[in-house]
């Protein structure tokens, strides 16, 4: 699990806010979130192959706090409850219809996520930033070696010289004012180029 940055007061008072979401958060807040990450997740991990071009998208996006964690660089953003990790991730494999194990190299990852946003949500961002790329022809998305769910449902992905899934990861939003923790467990997009 990758855990994310401190985030500040505003994120637990957008978490009080109603009419809620599945994610316990406002659904205003979900929204702005689950649009925040799309962005993020095409503009930073998608369309810059190195964790430099990578880590130069992440700064252009002006992002308010950014702590290093773990060996990679945390980037988070009360205001639109989302964060973006760029560092080092561990081998991933998949089972394709065969029944055969393809490893999937790990390396550097680059993920966006959010604790306002849900599975289905992330699932679906996924598959909307990936749709484009398969109609076009970009070669982004050449030498597919399959596609299927993590075991908490959680789109995975996979390409010769792409990985997209969306595992779980842990952030924890800390009011600093009382110094109250909470963490929520939530899916994040993580990118990985072969």
Do not use: W
């Amino acid at each position: 699990m990758i855990r994310a940055a401190t985030l500040v007061a505003a994120a637990l008072a957008l978490a009080a806010c109603q009419p809620v979401s599945q994610t316990g958060f406002s659904k205003g807040a979900a929204e702005i979130a689950g649009q925040r990450m799309a962005f993020t997740v095409e503009a930073v991990c998608l369309n810059n192959r190195t964790r430099a071009g990578q880590t130069r998208a992440a700064r252009a996006l002006d992002f308010p706090f950014v702590q290093r964690e773990d060996g990679g660089t945390v980037y988070s953003n009360p205001g639109t409850l989302t964060f973006l990790r760029i560092g080092p991730v561990a081998q991933q494999s998949i089972t394709n219809r065969d029944g055969e194990r393809i490893d999937v190299p790990g390396g550097s990852g680059c993920s966006v996520g959010s604790p306002a946003v849900g599975l289905r949500q992330s699932n679906a961002i996924a598959g909307q930033i990936l749709a484009p790329r398969l109609v076009d022809g970009s070669g982004t998305l050449d030498g597919p070696l399959g596609a299927g769910l993590n075991p908490a449902g959680g789109a995975g992905f996979f390409f010769e010289g792409l990985t997209v899934t969306t595992p779980l990861a842990r952030t924890t939003l800390t009011d600093p004012a009382t110094g109250e923790a909470r963490a929520f467990d939530h899916p994040v997009i993580l990118i990985v180029h072969n």
